[in-house]
């Protein structure tokens, strides 16, 4: 049955009706349709760009039930849309054709050269594999890759020539490459390397953010992730490790900040479990700095447009939510949407 949906929608704050015809957006009228939503905010989905369904161990690398829990519990904050820069295997066929699953954009498995990153749990490659691989995971994967950029503070990083190289063969078969980046080496060779997404940032240096801005690279900044390890963080016996953590993490949220100010796309991801807590990445890159309207984009229409999805127009997918309050004015209201359509179906 064909559904309508009437609401103000963010942000251009305009009241507008849409027919739900399948799984698609249509401004026409369709006969017949059953009005699910009537006043309030609409937004479209919501989405994690930085998340890891189906692995939250050591032990257990990746797990087809974790996996599906992970994404119904993203899909209950209202969140439709996930990318996977990372997992330790390729994303399940299955997960494509279960219409109660939000939509998936995979970068396949990590690509981790020696000593930088968890031994077994990515994919493995020498230096001089690493573009081979590199293409082979975009290619399987749907056009994203996972690049482990660095790993240790007092070591080095993937050397700018060859994670020059990566990206280049990558472009050239239509695919994407995201960068894991902690250290300050990782994040200037990830940038000058041309990469298109800036996983973390940490350490990252603000006189690189208007080259970012000019090749269109995204800074993915994960502040609640840190946020979270914070406080054991300043807890822990002074070392070395400690303090380049520390300092990283101060001064992260004014990088997220200034690469905003400077017209870096600042995407909303929370890399870690809990599954489903986008509203609080969102909160703190508006604690950072980043606008109100700014920070929500991050995590709604923006990242969806920059994942190559439209917003809320006739012909777009039919992934929404609807608000009673105004999310933007009431951002407590953020996880908790009053109705969830995905692909077209009420799930809530």
């Not at 790993?151 to 990566?166: G, K, N, Q, Y």
């Not at 239509?174 to 298109?196: F, I, M, P, W, Y």
């Amino acid at each position: 049955m064909a559904l309508r949906v009437r609401g103000v929608v963010l942000p251009d704050r305009e009241v507008r009706t849409f027919w739900i015809d399948g799984d698609v957006l249509r401004t026409d009228p369709v006969a017949g349709a059953e009005t699910v939503v009537d006043g309030g905010w609409l937004l479209p989905g919501l989405v994690d760009t930085h998340t890891h369904p189906g692995t939250d161990s050591l032990e257990v690398p990746f797990d087809d039930g974790l996996l599906r829990k992970d994404l119904l519990d993203h899909r209950e904050a209202g969140v439709l849309l996930v990318r996977t820069p990372g997992t330790a295997a390729r994303m399940p066929a299955w997960v494509d054709d279960d219409a109660e699953l939000p939509r998936v954009r995979s970068a396949g498995r990590w690509l981790a050269t020696p000593g930088r990153f968890f031994p077994g749990f990515g994919r493995d490659v020498p230096l001089d594999e690493l573009v081979t691989a590199a293409v082979e995971e975009a290619r399987a994967s749907g056009g994203w890759c996972k690049v482990i950029g660095d790993w240790r503070w007092d070591d080095p990083s993937v050397p700018l020539e060859v994670l020059a190289a990566t990206v280049e063969a990558v472009h050239a078969v239509g695919g994407k490459v995201a960068v894991h980046c902690q250290t300050a080496e990782g994040s200037r060779n990830a940038v000058l390397a041309g990469v298109d997404s800036l996983e973390h940032g940490m350490h990252l240096h603000p006189d690189l953010l208007d080259r970012m801005a000019a090749q269109g690279t995204a800074l993915v900044p994960t502040l609640s992730v840190f946020a979270a390890s914070a406080k054991g963080r300043y807890a822990s016996e002074p070392t070395p490790t400690r303090s380049w953590w520390i300092a990283g993490w101060e001064a992260a949220p004014g990088v997220a900040r200034a690469a905003h100010e400077a017209g870096v796309t600042v995407l909303a991801g929370t890399d870690s479990h809990p599954c489903g807590t986008v509203a609080g990445e969102v909160a703190w890159l508006h604690r950072a700095g980043l606008p109100a309207e700014a920070a929500l984009a991050a995590a709604s229409w923006g990242a969806r447009s920059w994942l190559g999805l439209p917003g809320l127009i006739d012909g777009a997918p039919a992934d929404l939510i609807a608000y009673d309050t105004d999310p933007l004015l009431d951002p407590r209201a953020l996880p908790h949407p009053s109705r969830i359509i995905l692909r077209g179906r009420v799930v809530r």
